[in-house]
């Protein structure tokens, strides 16, 4: 009788990352719609900013768990920071070509967007990831 018996690891559930680009993306649009009634050039910097944000959070989404539930520590943590990295090369060049871009265009308002919803996206991707926030998860296996 062996001691030592192979087994398999348990299935994890696979966290939705698509649902936080669609909070963040809820949370960016009424807002732009809102301010484009009374300022159309705030909305524009507003859109760009959540815009731009939500790309970056996407990018980083699905490339840093894309090990999850690995037992390869060196892989989750190789995959974190290339995409922590890329994440930030998309946040730092988009926004910098718009400002450079459209000189008219509020780089105060832009970047504000831009902290907010990413603090957003930052705030719920541990959530996600614990499955903490039900209405927003999908159980799906890999």
């Known amino acids: 009788m062996p001691y030592f ?5 348990a299935k994890l559930a696979r966290p939705a990352t698509a649902s936080i680009a669609v909070v963040q993306l ?12 009374w300022a159309p050039q705030l909305s524009v910097a507003v859109v760009l900013g ?11 989404n699905f ?4 090990y999850f539930g690995s037992q390869h520590i060196g892989q989750v943590v190789a995959a974190t920071k290339t995409a922590m990295v890329g994440k930030w090369a998309i ?4 926004s910098l070509a718009c400002v450079i871009r459209w000189p008219d265009l509020n780089a105060g308002i832009l970047y504000l967007s831009l902290f907010i919803s990413h603090t957003l996206g930052a705030l719920l991707l541990p959530l996600l990831v614990a499955n903490k926030l039900p209405f927003l998860v999908k159980k799906t296996s890999y």
């Open 50 to 60: 959540g815009s731009i944000s939500i790309v970056g959070q996407c990018y980083y």
């Open 5 to 9: 018996k192979a087994r398999t690891a």
């Open 26 to 37: 809820m949370a960016v649009l009424p807002i732009g719609l809102i301010l484009a009634l």
């Open 91 to 94: 946040i730092i060049g988009f």
């Open 63 to 66: 490339r840093a768990l894309r």
